[in-house]
């Protein structure tokens, strides 16, 4: 079946400018992560969902960063007032569920973010 | 200290050799133990998990956990060069709001012909 999916594959953008990234998971996954991943990095962790809302945003870096999933299944993020330290791949991964043993994370194949 | 530590290399090795790649942690809570591989411009596979002391395997891969010593490891047999990838250790607490993953830095691969 179709994997997790991210839009744009690239994205260029000037400091300041505001910025929307997509992801679809894996139809049927309830929760719904982002992370991000600088050059050399592991992935670290943005937002999950679990359903329509955020259970945990712990991770955003600040208030000009925010995520929405409105019917359970689509996620965008968005970025305002972008700065050049915001570049990085953006990824979003989704799982069944996050209790018990069936909750591995599948990984889309990321935004690479670019801000000038 | 970080949470989840993992030596970056690089790691080269000829092909058909046994690779070992390993990560230490901190937190006891961890419940759970992923490995991933990454290939250059794209997104993290999940290969193995696994989420109590000892050995799973799947085909050339194994992997090893170590609760007590808060020590996990991946091993890759007669290695090939499409393992050639960076692999990332991952770590996570079942339920509540803890869903999220803490990552290694990653361990670049490179498996020569």
């Known amino acids: 079946g179709a994997g997790v999916s991210q839009t744009p594959s690239n994205k260029v953008t000037e400091k300041g400018k505001y910025v929307e990234l997509r992801c679809d998971p894996i139809s049927g996954h309830t929760a719904l992560y982002w992370y991000r991943q600088s050059l050399g990095q592991g992935p670290e962790f943005l937002i999950y969902?679990?359903?329509?809302?955020?259970?945990?945003d712990s991770g955003l870096p600040n208030d000009r960063f925010f995520a929405v999933r409105p019917e359970g299944s689509v996620s965008t993020l968005k970025i305002q007032r972008t700065e050049r330290g915001d570049s990085a791949v953006y990824l979003c991964?989704?799982?069944?569920?996050?209790?018990?043993?069936?909750?591995?994370?599948?990984f889309g194949p990321g935004t690479r973010l670019t801000v000038l | 200290q970080k949470e989840v530590e993992q030596d970056p290399g690089p790691l080269s090795v000829p092909e058909g050799a046994i690779v070992s790649l390993n990560c230490t942690y901190s937190?006891?809570?961890?419940?759970?133990f992923m490995w991933y591989r990454q290939y250059s411009r794209k997104g993290p596979e999940l290969l193995m998990y696994?989420?109590?002391?000892g050995n799973k395997e799947d085909g050339r891969f194994t992997a090893q956990v170590d609760k007590s010593s808060k020590y996990i490891s991946l091993f890759i047999r007669d290695s090939q060069p499409s393992d050639s990838a960076t692999y990332l250790c991952a770590i996570g607490i079942y339920g509540g709001s803890q869903g999220n993953l803490i990552f290694g830095k990653g361990t670049k691969l490179s498996v020569k012909p």
């Open positions: 696994t989420y109590s002391s």
């Open positions: 991964a989704s799982s069944p569920r996050t209790s018990g043993r069936d909750n591995e994370q599948f």
């Open positions: 969902f679990q359903g329509t809302g955020a259970a945990d």
């Open positions: 937190n006891s809570a961890f419940q759970y």
